[in-house]
């Protein structure tokens, strides 16, 4: 070593060194997500006299406790808790929904959370995560969970589910993904879940694309990519909008009477979607009452009943004259028509939009 070296300008250089590289290491530690809670009530906020009989009523714990019941989760993520609404999800609402995208849109716009976790009913989970899908406009996961049993259950099944639902939303790999449904250690694209059982804890399913990945220690695997537009991709703009155009359902079976369309017709219903038999089949009083439905100026869908397989532009006795809705089961298909809605009634046009999202 040079007998004239003075060791302190290096001694200061390592110093110097180590606390730049400290600062960024302190710098560069993942500071937890911000992750906001939106409660609306359903089975994972239920509760029983006892754990293990199967009646409950849903809707009872508030946000704090579903919460409480969860303190694995406070080290994933800083929580925000905000009870939207406390009810069971067969009873969820047009105004609720437009206050769920209204509260995600503001916390996204304002940077106020990383990504959305919403608890709810899962009888029309698919429902609010589709629609949402098609109209929250920011790349920030927001994931929906429940449960299958009440949170008074042996074994109840929502803890792990929020859990679970948090470590998505916290993950880097759920950004720009589309809103998802976490249930029972596996995640869906919003686009084609389903509810496939009444009471088992595996209830969700995507009948024709399986489930978008699975969860395992509090990380996400993606087994395929969501091919659909969603989110930020979507051209649905609910700013100002406070009604959506009225859009039922109706239901084809052996012999089905067509008095519903004439009674939805009167109501001014503005779209119908038809869950058909089959390849989105119907009967003739049927065919007879959708093309007076048209007349009127009605929007009318063929969806069909059946799980899988969906409806292309294929018909059997009658032409097809109806945009069909190809991998969209009819909740789906009403919720993509009901936004169509808000943009034209030409059907060349709502064809298209059953073609992309
Ligand atoms: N009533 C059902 C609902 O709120 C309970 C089902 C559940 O949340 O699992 O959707």
Redesign the pocket.
């Known amino acids: 070593m040079n007998k004239n070296h003075n060791p302190k300008p290096m001694l200061k250089y390592l110093m110097a060194t180590l606390i730049l590289f400290a600062s960024l290491l302190s710098f560069g530690q993942t500071q937890k997500p911000v992750i906001a809670i939106l409660a609306t ?4 906020a ?1 509760s029983a006299q006892s754990s293990v009989q199967a009646s409950y009523n ?2 009872i714990l508030s946000v704090e406790q579903i919460i409480s019941s969860v303190p694995a989760v406070n080290e994933i993520a800083t929580l925000e808790a905000i009870q939207v609404c406390n ?4 009873n969820m609402e047009e105004q609720i929904w437009l206050q769920l995208w209204k509260t995600i849109d503001s916390l996204f716009a304002n940077k106020l959370c990383d990504g959305v976790v919403i608890t ?6 698919e429902e609010t995560a589709y629609f949402l899908n098609l109209t929250v406009r920011h790349p920030n996961p927001v994931v929906l969970t ?3 049993r009440p949170a008074s259950a042996l074994s109840a099944d929502g803890p792990f589910n929020l859990y679970n639902a948090v470590a998505l939303a916290s993950s880097k790999e759920a950004y720009g993904k589309g809103v998802m449904v976490a249930m029972n250690d596996l995640f869906f694209c919003a686009n084609d879940v389903t509810k496939s059982h009444t009471t088992n804890t595996a ?1 969700f399913t995507c009948p024709n694309y399986g489930p978008l990945g699975q969860m395992r220690d509090g990380k996400p695997s993606f087994f395929r990519e969501n091919l659909f537009i969603h989110t930020t991709r979507s051209q649905f703009e609910l700013k100002g909008v406070d009604k959506l155009p009225g859009t039922e359902i109706l239901y084809a079976y052996a012999f089905a009477s067509d008095l519903p369309f004439y009674s939805l017709i009167e109501q001014g219903t503005k779209g119908i979607v038809i869950a058909g038999a089959g390849h989105g089949n119907y009967n003739r009083p049927f065919a007879t009452a959708m093309e007076h439905a048209s007349k009127k100026g009605i929007v009318v869908v063929r969806s069909t009943r059946i799980p899988s397989g969906g409806v292309d532009k294929a018909a059997e006795e009658y032409n097809s004259i109806f945009p069909v809705s190809y991998n969209k089961n009819p909740q789906k298909a009403r919720i993509l028509l009901m936004l169509a809605l808000t943009q034209t009634k030409d059907t060349k046009k709502i064809q298209e939009f059953f073609e992309k999202y």
């Open positions: 009530g359903g089975t994972i239920g849903p809707g009810i069971s999800s067969q709810h009913g899962t009888d029309t989970m429940g449960s299958m209830a």
